[in-house]
Antibody, heavy 126, light 110 residues
Framework: EVQLVESGGGVVQPGGSLRLSCAAS????????MHWVRQAPGKGLEWVAL????????FYADSVKGRFAISRDNSKNRLYLQMNGLRSEDTALYFC???????????????????WGQGTPVTVSS | QSVLTQPPSVSGAPGQRVTISCTGS?????????VHWYQHLPGTAPKLLIYGNNNRPSGVPDRFSGSKSGTSASLAITGLQAEDEAVYYC??????????FGGGTKLTVL
């Protein structure tokens, strides 16, 4: 059974830092790209970052670029999100998500999120 | 404001059929990007409901179906049940292949 368990959330002052962790089990972790997605209070889902299976490639949403860093330790089956320079607008529930690759209806390589964790809450407030 | 537009809420009585729309643009859904749907109950992990516009993962009841046309997609739920009460999100990709979500639709079973 695939399990993704996030931890590390909490309350932090504006400008502060937090490191989120996601423990993965039930699948071959180092064969899959992984993502972070967040949900601000009363808002919808927002994609945050992705990291390739080998950890060498990462992409970020414009809203977090330069402040957040995604990383992974395949020997520990763990995904991380280092969040620096936190702002009030970063307050959200942060989910880690596993992807499944497939060929879409136009024949292009694409993916979807087949498993998610339950999320860890981050509150940025003075 | 989300890139994909969904109605904030829909409702239906048990046994009825409801649809949830997801409207995008010519640079994402209209450009051929597939649409996926997720079900989310607060406090739990979001669950994949439909992938690739109209495909159900194993374990998802056939009461759930998806479709896509032009710049929009839809999720249909037939034979509505109390356990279907949740928030539903559509997801696709923009022209940079970044992941984009709809704002979510809260389904209330009357």
């Amino acid at each position: 059974e695939v399990q993704l368990v996030e931890s590390g959330g909490g309350v932090v002052q504006p400008g502060g830092s937090l490191r989120l962790s996601c423990a993965a089990s039930g699948f071959t972790f180092d064969e899959h790209s992984m993502h972070w997605v967040r949900q601000a209070p009363g808002k919808g889902l927002e994609w945050v970052a992705l990291i390739s299976w080998d950890g060498y490639t990462a992409f970020y949403a414009d809203s977090v670029k330069g402040r957040f860093a995604i990383s992974r330790d395949n020997s520990k089956n763990r995904l991380y999100l280092q969040m620096n320079g936190l702002r009030s607008e970063d307050t959200a529930l942060y989910f880690c998500a596993k992807i499944h690759n497939f060929y879409d209806s136009s024949g292009k390589k694409a993916y979807y999120f087949d498993y998610w964790g339950q999320g860890t809450p981050v509150t940025v407030s003075s | 404001q989300s890139v994909l537009t969904q109605p904030p809420s829909v409702s239906g009585a048990p046994g009825q059929r409801v649809t949830i729309s997801c409207t995008g643009s010519s640079s994402q859904i209209g450009a051929g990007s597939d649409v996926h749907w997720y079900q989310h109950l607060p406090g739990t992990a979001p669950k994949l409901l439909i992938y690739g516009n109209n495909n159900r993962p194993s374990g998802v009841p056939d009461r759930f179906s998806g479709s896509k046309s032009g710049t929009s997609a839809s999720l249909a739920i037939t034979g509505l049940q109390a356990e279907d009460e949740a928030v539903y999100y559509c997801q696709s990709y923009d022209s940079r292949l970044d992941v984009i979500f709809g704002g979510g639709t809260k389904l209330t079973v009357l």
